[in-house]
Every structure is written in structure tokens, then in C-alpha cells.
């Protein structure tokens, strides 16, 4: 099956800094999401990015299909969005989303 | 849009017992799913569900567990004799539209098996 790497998979930042978390996968995907998981352990969606470029507020993302990658950017980190953020990918020869390993972010004062 | 209910949001049982966890979907839809994530893993696919039947199950899913949408309405997954490693948080998910590649997920059961 799709295999589904996120790098960095830990990352502290102070607030205000900006990050990139990335999402690489080895096979063509029909859709990928990215999501934040809060603290209370809820999947909160963030962007569906099959490719091209997505932005909401300080968050944008970039899916680089034929390169079987994808970028989220976090500008002005807030200490809210600390938690872990996860790529999940759907190939469409599966009807399931197959998640990526996770980037586990803290944001601190 | 709405995502989907699951009740209960926490639930402790022995090791041996049968438990429920219930999905309930604001609006009509096609596709349900249940994923469960280990604490500190990721999240892994159960199961889904597509006009009243499984359509595709992972390993994971074994003779333990089960699903059905009893009364058209709530989505339910039943394992049958719980284990230690069945402690874990489980979502229930739904399709958009009914696309399956974009799917919106609940709030999540969390499960402890003592």
C-alpha cells in the first residue's frame, strides 16, 4: 500500500515563528488532507489539497502532485497550534484515507 | 460542513466485555468509516460502510469486531470481547457529497480497556 512520511516529526517554535511541516507519499493520490489534532485528542480538518495552493488566514498548504509531496505553512504561530498535525492521503483503489506519521508541534511563549 | 456525532465521548470497560461506540450523522450520506488511533500513533483504517454493507476492512478488523447502521440512522461499531491493545481513541468518519476523498471526521470515542 501508499506510504505516507511527515517530517520533521517534533518541532518547538516560539510564538510568532513561522514553520513548514511536510508530507511526502509514494504513490499518485487522488486527495490529500491535512488536519490538526487539538489537544482533546479531535481531528480538526485544515485543508483538502489534491494540488496547487490553499490558504486560510496563517495557515496555507501546497500539494506538489507529480512530486508526491505536500507543504503546510504555519505563519505567526500562536500557542494554539500546538498538537499534532497529520496528511492523510486517498488513492481511489481504496476507500480508506491512509494517515501520515504525524509532526507533533509546541508552541511556546 | 456538520461532521458527525459519537457518543460516548469516553468510555472504561473490562478486559473481556463487549462495548458499543455509537456514529451519528447529521445529514445523509453514503460512506462511513472507522479509523482508531493508539495513543501516540497514528491514525489507522478500520472499516467502511456503503449502503448498509462492509465495503472494504483492514486487518485490524478481525472476527472481534462488527458494524452496522441498525436503524438507518446510527452508525455503531461493536467489539465483541475487549482486549488491553483494543484501548485506543476511534472516529467515525462520513464522505462529502458522496466523495469518499474528502471525509470529515467526529469528535472520537476514547476507549480504555483495564
Known amino acids: 500500500g501508499i506510504q505516507v512520511e511527515q517530517s520533521p516529526p517534533d518541532l518547538i517554535l516560539q510564538e510568532g515563528a513561522n514553520s513548514t511541516l511536510r508530507c511526502n507519499f509514494s504513490?499518485?493520490?487522488?486527495?490529500l488532507q491535512w488536519f490538526h489534532q487539538n489537544p482533546w485528542g479531535q481531528l480538526i480538518n485544515l485543508f483538502y489539497i489534491p494540488s496547487g495552493t490553499k490558504q486560510n488566514g496563517r495557515l496555507s498548504a501546497t500539494t506538489v502532485a507529480t512530486e508526491r509531496y505536500s507543504l503546510l505553512y504555519i505563519s505567526s504561530s500562536q500557542t494554539t497550534d500546538s498538537g499534532v498535525y497529520f496528511c492523510?492521503?486517498?488513492?481511489?483503489?481504496?476507500?480508506?484515507?491512509?494517515f501520515g506519521t504525524g509532526t507533533r508541534l509546541q508552541v511556546t511563549l | 460542513e456538520p461532521e458527525v456525532t459519537q457518543t460516548p465521548s469516553h468510555q472504561v470497560t473490562q478486559m473481556g466485555q463487549e462495548v458499543i461506540l455509537r456514529c451519528v450523522p447529521i445529514s445523509n450520506h453514503l460512506y462511513f468509516y472507522w479509523y482508531r488511533q493508539i495513543l501516540g500513533q497514528k491514525v489507522e483504517f478500520l472499516v467502511s460502510f456503503y449502503n448498509n454493507e462492509i465495503s472494504e476492512k483492514s486487518e485490524i478488523f478481525d472476527d472481534q469486531f462488527s458494524v452496522e447502521r441498525p436503524d438507518g440512522s446510527n452508525f455503531t461499531l461493536k467489539i465483541r470481547s475487549t482486549k488491553l491493545e483494543d484501548s485506543a481513541m476511534y472516529f467515525c468518519a462520513r464522505d462529502s457529497g458522496g466523495k469518499q476523498e474528502t471525509q470529515y471526521f467526529g469528535p472520537g470515542t476514547r476507549l480504555l480497556v483495564l
Open positions: 492523510a492521503v486517498f488513492t481511489g483503489t481504496a476507500s480508506k484515507l491512509t
Open positions: 504513490d499518485s493520490v487522488n486527495n
